[in-house]
């Protein structure tokens, strides 16, 4: 299991994750394979000292694209795990004022 360090991996900004931030106060991370609810939870409140309402977790699947110039080269993407976390209506994270 990872400690609550290597729990965050990063913040994922996005236009739809800047609007769920300012709207909504969801905000998008990628989180470690093996990380649930709970330790996700304990990581936000314990790194950014706010207080989370809610834990949403996804597992986003590995795509295959293929590479324009050669016809044959086909390349896997890496699926991930995401986690978006609802935080209570006073609180905000900084790390995310200022990203347009």
């Known amino acids: 299991m990872s400690t609550i360090y290597e729990v965050l991996r990063r913040p994922l900004v996005t236009?739809?994750?800047n609007f769920q931030a300012?709207?909504?106060?969801?905000?998008v991370f990628?989180?470690?394979?093996?990380?649930?609810?709970t330790l996700i939870k304990d990581a936000v409140e314990t790194l950014f000292e706010v207080t989370v309402l809610r834990v949403n977790v996804i597992n986003v699947t590995a795509k295959r694209t293929?590479?324009?110039r050669s016809r044959r080269l086909?390349?896997?993407?890496a699926g991930f795990k995401k986690a978006i976390v609802t935080l209570a209506p006073e609180d905000r994270i900084p790390i995310f004022e200022g990203v347009e």
Request: aromatic share 4%; net charge positive.
């Open 22 to 27: 300012n709207r909504l106060h969801q905000y």
């Open 30 to 37: 990628e989180v470690a394979e093996d990380a649930n609810r």
């Open 66 to 68: 293929r590479r324009a």
């Open 15 to 17: 236009e739809k994750s």
């Open 74 to 77: 086909a390349v896997r993407n």
